[in-house]
């Protein structure tokens, strides 16, 4: 009795569970869009490239797989290049959107494909130190999740489109020393969130926009070769500041009497400019700054008997 008990326990759980292994049994491993599949096959086709990595991904089948869906890996990591990293919670954790991709240094050489433009949920582009030809495509602003594009020495040239106004989450930009000219857009002062943005050794004209003035959470400001970079007035409220780089930029302004508030700067780089005034001692005084660069300048005074311990290079 006790036994036929105990069997008819384990038949009514059995039932009773029946439709939740069903459930789990038909639910599927998440799939990339198809369009950003064709997308990516087309663009590494065009560039020649592959990814073979063990236990990674393959592009020509499910590119959504294996590292490129593990959390742990960083888009950042040297092991893999090319790379891209997906986020497969939409659609009920039913489909993967491409939102990272990474081609460095791999001597990939044209335009950029129009299929790139596909992937709109990209949030990190990096496709610097490469050999492509061609302005930057004004259907990249249509990718306005973009939150981080590295494109520093990759042979792209020309103005920053226009639509690039749309890329209101933009965090940071590298694109140095890739052949960019026109004025640097005023637009980019209202990217709220920008926090770094790396522009030497390009073909600007200034002055650097008045509306910089709003970009109060930045850590790192690099610009140089303008031919008229204007005046430092657009600081006065970045006291976020950990790197400031504004040399040879033909800036005519008097150095700002709170340059020496700016708690987090440790790399300050304002020579060959026409800056005049006085030198802060405050400046000095700042227990982050390691590196001062103030010559070819019209400043006057002298420099302190004392500085901080931290400044190591002046």
């Given at each position: 009795m006790e036994r036929s008990l105990t069997l008819s326990l384990w038949a009514l759980i059995c039932i009773l569970n029946f439709p939740f292994a069903v459930e789990a049994q038909n639910q599927k491993r998440p799939t990339t869009d198809p369009a950003e599949v064709r997308a990516l096959n087309s663009i590494f086709q065009q560039w020649g490239l592959s990814s073979n990595y063990q236990n990674s991904w393959n592009v020509s089948g499910e590119?959504?797989?294996?590292?490129?869906?593990?959390?742990?890996?960083?888009?950042?990591?040297?092991?893999?290049?090319?790379?891209?990293?997906?986020?497969?919670?939409?659609?009920?954790?039913?489909?993967?959107?491409?939102?990272k991709l990474k081609v460095l240094q791999l001597n990939v050489s044209g335009v950029l494909p129009d299929e790139l433009w596909t992937l709109?949920?990209?949030?990190?582009?990096?496709?610097?130190?490469?050999?492509?030809?061609?302005p930057l495509p004004d259907e990249l602003g249509n990718c306005s999740k973009l939150e981080m594009i590295y494109i520093d020495s990759s042979g792209i040239s020309g103005?920053?489109?226009?639509?690039?106004?749309?890329?209101?989450?933009?965090?940071?930009?590298?694109?140095?020393?890739?052949?960019?000219?026109?004025k640097i857009p005023d637009f980019i002062g209202n990217w709220s969130n920008f926090t770094t943005l790396r522009?030497?050794?390009?073909?600007?004209?200034g002055p650097i926009p008045s509306t910089f003035a709003n970009l109060t959470s930045m850590l790192e400001l690099r610009i140089n070769g303008l031919t008229n970079g204007g005046s430092l007035a657009f600081i006065k409220d970045m006291k976020s500041l950990e790197v400031l780089d504004?040399?040879?930029?033909?800036?005519?302004?008097?150095?700002?009497?709170?340059?020496?508030?700016?708690?987090?700067?440790?790399?300050?780089?304002?020579?060959?400019?026409?800056?005049?005034?006085?030198?802060?001692?405050?400046?000095?005084?700042?227990?982050?700054?390691?590196?001062?660069s103030l010559g070819n300048n019209k400043l006057n005074g002298s420099l302190p008997s004392e500085k901080s311990a931290s400044l190591q290079n002046m």
């Open positions: 590119p959504c797989t294996g590292v490129a869906i593990d959390n742990s890996t960083d888009i950042k990591s040297e092991i893999y290049n090319p790379f891209i990293i997906c986020n497969c919670s939409f659609d009920n954790n039913s489909t993967c959107h491409i939102t709109t949920y990209l949030t990190d582009l990096a496709i610097g130190t490469n050999n492509f030809s061609g103005q920053i489109p226009s639509t690039f106004a749309n890329l209101r989450s933009m965090l940071i930009m590298y694109a140095s020393n890739t052949g960019l000219t026109g522009l030497q050794g390009n073909s600007f004209e504004l040399r040879y930029n033909n800036i005519s302004d008097v150095m700002p009497s709170t340059i020496g508030e700016y708690q987090n700067l440790t790399w300050l780089d304002l020579s060959f400019n026409n800056i005049t005034g006085q030198i802060p001692d405050s400046l000095f005084n700042l227990r982050s700054l390691i590196y001062l």
